[in-house]
């Protein structure tokens, strides 16, 4: 009975190797295959002329991260482009709640050396740091880290991550201006047609309801990536969109937030845009066309108490 005993204590751990080994051999399967798909997204989406910006970021003193995301349509020809989208996101690891706070774009806003002006035009004026320059200096808004996406690479990286589209329910026609005709009801979208649907402003909303389906779309788009079938697409679509995207968050600091979007909790996203409700009004200036008038000091406020809670 002595030796039958020792003789299967001597086979445990040989058997625990061999399940480490299984375990490995997997790893290194599944790793291949998405540097594999990585490198396809990238060899599929081709090259694209990148610009070195200065960005001053801090970092946030509570330990959570703030991100400028900036999209941009860049136009064959164009030196210099307007950032189209603009908005602050912010993820705190402690309590795994992520906020995101919408920048209208028409707001007429004091423009660090500059005069006053629209704030999509700090961008156009001194690219991503002139803009957080902006934002702190009118809002009190910190950000650590810049994100710049080209629209393009929004499209190409859809089509990586759903061939079959994105289920959205268009709640309107839409077809002016934004590339694409789209038609009312429950629809899956390629990424030309998402794109075009969370661009749409031609309508009583005008900037406000675009601002409404960009943080829809930003939510059904993390849906998607953190499913299993989007979890096995996301190494393409990262290689889909990198030529298309510029950032000053290190490779290392990219896998930590890839990793906590994997299990991040989309019902956890809270949304705020500025201006907010009956803090502006409509203007018109002569040289800078149709602006929002805002109440600076009530929308700092706002800000503040949305970002700190």
């Given at each position: 009975m002595e030796k039958r005993t020792n003789r299967k204590?001597?086979?445990?751990?040989?058997?625990f190797r061999r399940i480490l080994f299984t375990i490995l051999l997997v790893i290194l399967m599944v790793g291949g295959y998405a540097a594999y798909q990585f490198y396809q997204g990238v060899k599929q989406a081709g090259d694209t002329e990148k610009q070195d910006f200065e960005f001053n970021g801090?970092?946030?003193?509570?330990?959570?991260?703030?991100?400028?995301?900036?999209?941009?349509?860049?136009?064959?020809?164009?030196?210099?482009?307007?950032?189209?989208?603009?908005?602050?996101?912010?993820?705190?690891?402690?309590?795994?709640?992520?906020?995101?706070?919408?920048?209208?774009?028409?707001?007429?806003?004091?423009?660090?050396?500059?005069?006053?002006?629209?704030?999509?035009?700090?961008?156009?004026?001194?690219?991503p740091e002139l803009l957080r320059k902006t934002l702190k200096q009118d809002f009190d808004i910190d950000v650590q880290y810049y994100m710049m996406i080209d629209f393009k690479g929004f499209e190409h990286a859809i089509d990586a991550l759903a061939p079959d589209g994105i289920e959205i329910?268009?709640?309107k026609a839409m077809s002016k201006n934004i590339g694409v005709s789209l038609q009312p009801g429950v629809q899956k979208l390629n990424g030309k047609e998402l794109l075009g649907y969370a661009r749409f402003r031609h309508d009583s909303e005008s900037d406000f309801g675009r601002v409404r389906r960009q943080q829809q779309v930003i939510k059904v788009v993390t849906n998607e990536i953190t499913s299993a079938n989007g979890l096995a697409k996301a190494p393409k679509m990262l290689g889909t969109i990198q030529p298309y995207v510029q950032t000053n968050i290190s490779a290392i600091d990219r896998l930590s937030l890839m990793k906590e979007l994997f299990f991040f909790n989309t019902n956890n996203i809270k949304s705020l845009t500025?201006?907010?409700?009956?803090?502006?009004?409509?203007?018109?200036?002569?040289g800078k066309g149709l602006v929002l008038q805002v109440d600076m000091e009530k929308n700092k406020q706002a800000v503040s108490e949305f970002l700190n809670k």
């Open positions: 204590k001597k086979r445990k751990p040989r058997i801090e970092k946030d003193a509570n330990g959570r991260i703030n991100v400028l995301l900036i999209g941009i349509d860049k136009r064959e020809g164009d030196q210099k482009s307007h950032s189209d989208t603009m908005m602050v996101a912010q993820y705190d690891p402690k309590t795994d709640q992520a906020k995101i706070v919408s920048l209208m774009r028409d707001m007429y806003v004091p423009i660090p050396g500059y005069d006053d002006n629209k704030l999509n035009t700090a961008y156009f004026l001194g690219g329910n268009v709640e500025l201006p907010i409700k009956d803090t502006y009004s409509d203007a018109r200036i002569d």
